[in-house]
């Protein structure tokens, strides 16, 4: 006969070890804080490191209090650096949910730029600006902290807002990684008079713009009231960490297949339930990825309630009945 207690204690304890969060709006404060993501208003003067070291330290602040038998996070992961004078969309992850930084790199960024011109503006200088609407070579600036050698980067758009005789507005939407300093400099050239970047403020960073900054005194300010049981600040400055996931692909899996990830499998065409991408588009993908002609997309797998998995590429037919669909990179359970 099945004693009731000892059953009882061995479900709440299965329940416990299940890798599986709770779905994104239904996760306490301390779950929140250690798997979110904050769209931070970078103001001028402090690093980017310096900002992320804030962000971690009032967080853990709050977990000492609200949680105190729990753990710590180890630090925090943001969208790319700013340099201290540059202002703007600094979207910065926290706790576990550092492990899909990567995702800030399959987006877009966009910039707001002041452009001083060394001379008077030509009369054709919206024409040159335009021409920089391409595919482009750039080589890292001396105090990068990456090899400094010739790569390609895309400017999706490049708008002069306002244009006066030597000072041009300019907002500029590229790929992850485009130096706006060089770009502002060589455009400079292009335009035959000479330019250097003035201030510099980013407005977008894929999937995060500048409709929903947060400074850091809010997020003070929010965590100080969830101590006090007022959450309702907080839950609009933290964002659960899938929000960052939400500019890529998706393949949703069954609970089952999303527990076998969290120890290492990849995912299998039995558990995908759903995918973004139609079965023929998915075929290609794989197809041309398996070839070398490209590199398969980034997708983020989560469960039915929404809740992430981890981060792989699209490597097989997510309907077909076997077979790998995702290889993984991040598992983020």
């Known amino acids: 006969m099945t004693d009731d207690t000892d059953a009882g204690s061995t479900n709440a304890d299965a329940a416990s070890d299940d890798p599986l969060r709770a779905p994104p709006g239904e996760r306490s404060v301390p779950e929140l804080l250690r798997f979110g993501v904050v769209n931070v208003d970078k103001p001028a003067g402090p690093s980017s490191h310096q900002l992320s070291a804030w962000v971690r330290d009032a967080i853990n602040d709050t977990l000492a209090d609200l949680d105190p038998d729990g753990p710590r996070i180890d630090g925090v992961a943001h969208a790319g650096t700013l340099d201290p004078k540059v202002t703007g969309c600094l979207p910065t992850l926290t706790g576990t949910a550092t492990r899909m930084a990567q995702v800030f790199l399959e987006g877009r960024k966009e910039y707001v730029s002041v452009l001083e011109l060394h001379g008077p503006a030509p009369a054709d200088f919206r024409e040159v600006a335009a021409e920089f609407e391409a595919e482009i070579y750039q080589k890292p600036p001396r105090k990068s902290a990456v090899t400094r050698r010739l790569r390609t980067r895309t400017v999706h758009d490049l708008d002069v807002l306002e244009l006066e005789e030597r000072r041009a507005l300019l907002r500029i939407g590229c790929a992850s990684g485009t130096y706006v300093r060089k770009l502002c400099h060589d455009l400079g050239l292009a ?53 960052a996931l939400s500019h890529l692909p998706s393949v949703t899996v069954a609970p089952s297949a999303a527990r076998n990830v969290a120890t290492g499998a990849p995912v299998y065409a039995p558990g995908v339930i759903d995918s973004d991408l139609d079965a023929a588009a998915a075929v290609d993908t794989a197809t041309a990825a398996n070839r070398g002609d490209r590199d398969p997309p980034l997708v983020a797998c989560v469960t039915p309630d929404g809740s992430a998995v981890c981060l792989g590429r699209f490597v097989g037919d997510p309907d077909a009945e076997s077979g790998t669909v995702v290889a993984l990179e991040r598992v983020l359970l």
């Open 191 to 243: 335009a035959g008079v000479g330019a250097h970047m003035g201030h510099l403020r980013r407005t977008a960073t894929d999937p995060f713009d500048d409709t929903d900054l947060h400074t850091l005194q809010d997020l003070v300010d929010a965590l100080a009231w969830a101590e006090e049981g007022d959450d309702d600040l907080l839950r609009e400055v933290v964002r659960p960490a899938e929000d």
